[in-house]
Structures are given as structure tokens and as C-alpha cells.
């Protein structure tokens, strides 16, 4: 896609928070299922291990950390000025 000037801030954190936002409930819902799926879900041969391992590391990148976006988000709506190069 082209375009003239870069992201404005303001859709550039809510973006972030959406996609983090979306990736902690994958997070959430394969940690209930691999819970609910028992010991055998731990040996390296089941799906699910892998599934469950791969999710919560992928959940751990910089640009998916919950917490950092969030914190991103918030400071956006309640007017705090934003190092455009964090966001």
C-alpha cells in the first residue's frame, strides 16, 4: 500500500494493542486446552506441546508484550506525548 507520510501515532498504538491484544486470548485459550488436556500433552510427540510452546513464545516478542502495549495504548488515550519511535 502506498502512502504519502508515515502511520499517525494515534491508529499506529491501537494496531499494537489490537495485535497484542488478540495474541495474549490465543495465549489464554491454548493455555486452558493444554491444562485441560493433561500429562500427556507435556510429551514432546503431542501437538498440543508444541502448539502451547510455540504460542507462548511467539506472545514473548517485543511487539506482542501485552504489557508494554497496553501501557502504549493508555498513555495514548489519556493524551500523554509519545516517542514516535517507540510506537
Request: aromatic share 6%; with cysteine.
Amino acid at each position: 500500500m502506498e502512502h504519502d507520510e508515515p502511520m499517525p501515532i494515534g491508529p499506529r498504538a491501537q494496531v499494537r494493542w489490537n495485535v497484542s491484544y488478540a495474541s495474549e486470548l490465543c495465549r489464554r485459550a491454548v493455555d486452558r486446552l493444554y491444562a485441560g488436556a493433561g500429562a500427556g500433552a507435556a510429551h514432546d510427540g503431542n501437538v498440543l506441546q508444541s502448539v502451547f510452546r510455540d504460542v507462548n513464545t511467539a506472545t514473548h516478542h517485543a511487539l506482542l508484550d501485552f504489557d508494554t502495549n497496553i501501557e502504549i495504548q493508555g498513555k495514548h488515550l489519556l493524551g500523554v506525548q509519545l516517542d514516535e519511535a517507540v510506537v
